[in-house]
């Protein structure tokens, strides 16, 4: 069993249930770091946050917060590459989660967004790779896609607020017409 420390990227308390649980079943020690400057509007932002804290009061897990909303370098990098944004997006918060893990002395970075079937796993696994060659620290890979619905048994007893679209305004333009952004 690996012994160490995992500084986990939490997206919304729904898929950080599991991913939080299945760490802790590996052996590691498990905290969540809170980086969205994707989710609009600011209000859905605050909403996602507000139970990310229930939940990790509730499975009784350290939740870190990167403070403010760095909505501009997000559509800085964004605006005019849509057709890339997730890559964009995945660089952006994996990159400040292994930032911060390094910092705060972690053994290795991951994310909740493992836990998604509406994410692009390949081009996850190829940005965390990248960021991990380029910082020094070890991303750790999982396809839990499988176990999705058990992260909604252990969340659903705690009535979070549950997001509709994955958390950018193009998502939710996406979730609610028929565009799809290629």
Not at 2 to 23: D, F, M, N, Q, R
Not at 83 to 92: D, M
Not at 93 to 102: I, M, Q, V
Request: net charge positive.
């Amino acid at each position: 069993m690996k012994i160490g420390s995992v500084l986990v990227h939490c997206c919304c308390a729904h898929c950080t249930a599991y991913t939080i649980e299945h760490w802790r079943r590996q052996g590691y020690k498990v905290a969540s770091l809170w980086y969205n400057p994707n989710v609009h509007p600011y209000m859905e932002h605050q909403r996602r946050l507000e139970a990310m804290h229930s939940l990790a009061k509730n499975l009784e897990f350290p939740l870190i917060t990167i403070e403010g909303y760095d909505i501009v370098d997000y559509f800085r990098r964004v605006v005019g590459d849509e057709v890339n944004r997730c890559r964009h997006c995945f660089n952006i918060r994996l990159s400040k989660t292994a930032e911060s893990a390094l910092r705060m002395g972690y053994d290795a970075f991951t994310t909740s967004l493992l836990i998604s079937h509406q994410q692009k796993h390949s081009l996850l696994q190829e940005v965390g790779d990248n960021i991990a060659r380029e910082k020094g620290i070890e991303f750790l890979y999982a396809d839990l896609r499988k176990r999705y619905s058990d992260s909604r048994h252990i969340t659903k007893p705690m009535d979070l607020y549950r997001q509709q679209y994955c958390g950018c305004v193009y998502s939710e333009w996406e979730r609610y017409s028929d565009v799809k952004i290629e």
